[in-house]
């Protein structure tokens, strides 16, 4: 497996990832969103806004259906079909383009698990961007936004489909809104805190296309580090097996 000059491969379990600094690099949102996923034996899974395929490739042992990755920038697209190739996968493909285009590419009423970790910072003349263009596209929403993460996650997904997002718990009330206009309904909500005395810096989000309106669940949050620093023992499973 080539690997350009300041590319790496990462491992989390039995999954390598080609990794580079210059352009993405998966964290926490990407591995706990994989494991929030509900991914049956044979669903089929589209990741939108895949980066690296860091999400995609962590779901994909779990079903034997076949798993897409859709992802704007060619250069991460490009990492990512090198990672499915290092792993061996023969049920994952890539499609390189723009995920609104993704109903037309893979079909309406198609997928049964839709998972996004998308843009969480809007477009506004206060906000400070990335300089690198590869991480201000991850970041903010410039060339997308959650409207259209949501209504394309819904034309996707099958009657009964399940989508699942990571987000900022700041636009937790415009999430909410968003999904439900989409005909997403929320279902499952995970809040991650850094520490037990921290607020929470994530949200993990499950809903159901079509779905009754009532019934959200609040789960007990994610604690990523104990006070001494170290990650507690339900993260130190999910990062080191």
């Known amino acids: 497996m080539s690997l350009k000059s300041e590319e790496r491969i990462d491992s989390l379990g039995a999954i390598k990832i080609i990794q580079s600094p210059e352009v993405f690099a998966f964290s926490l949102d990407a ?3 994989a494991h929030f996923a509900q991914v049956r034996p044979q669903s089929r899974v589209v990741d939108l806004a895949a980066g690296n395929g860091a999400v995609g490739l962590f779901v994909a042992p779990r079903t034997r259906g076949q798993v897409t990755l859709v992802e704007l920038q060619a250069r991460l697209a490009d990492m990512a079909r090198r990672s499915v190739a290092l792993n061996g996968f023969t049920n994952v493909d890539v499609i390189t383009g723009d995920l ?8 309406k009423d198609q997928v049964d698990v839709v998972t996004c970790n998308p843009p969480y910072f809007k477009v506004t003349p206060q906000a400070i961007q990335n300089p690198n263009e590869h991480l201000a596209l991850a970041r903010h929403e410039l060339a997308t936004d959650f409207a259209t993460v949501a209504a394309t996650a819904a034309a996707l997904l099958k009657y ?3 989508a699942f997002f990571v987000h900022r718990p ?3 009330p415009e999430l909410l809104h968003t999904l439900v206009e989409a005909g997403l309904a929320p279902k499952r909500l995970r809040f991650v805190q850094p520490k037990a005395d921290r607020e929470a810096n994530m949200v993990l989000i499950e809903t159901i296309r079509a779905g009754k309106a009532d019934g959200v669940r609040v789960l007990p949050p994610v604690i990523v580090q104990a006070a001494d620093g170290a990650y507690t023992p339900e993260v130190e499973a999910l990062l080191h097996g």
């Open 170 to 172: 700041d636009r937790l």
């Open 100 to 107: 609104a285009a993704a109903p037309q590419l893979i079909g």
């Open 31 to 33: 591995v706990l969103l």
């Open 160 to 162: 009964q489909g399940k």
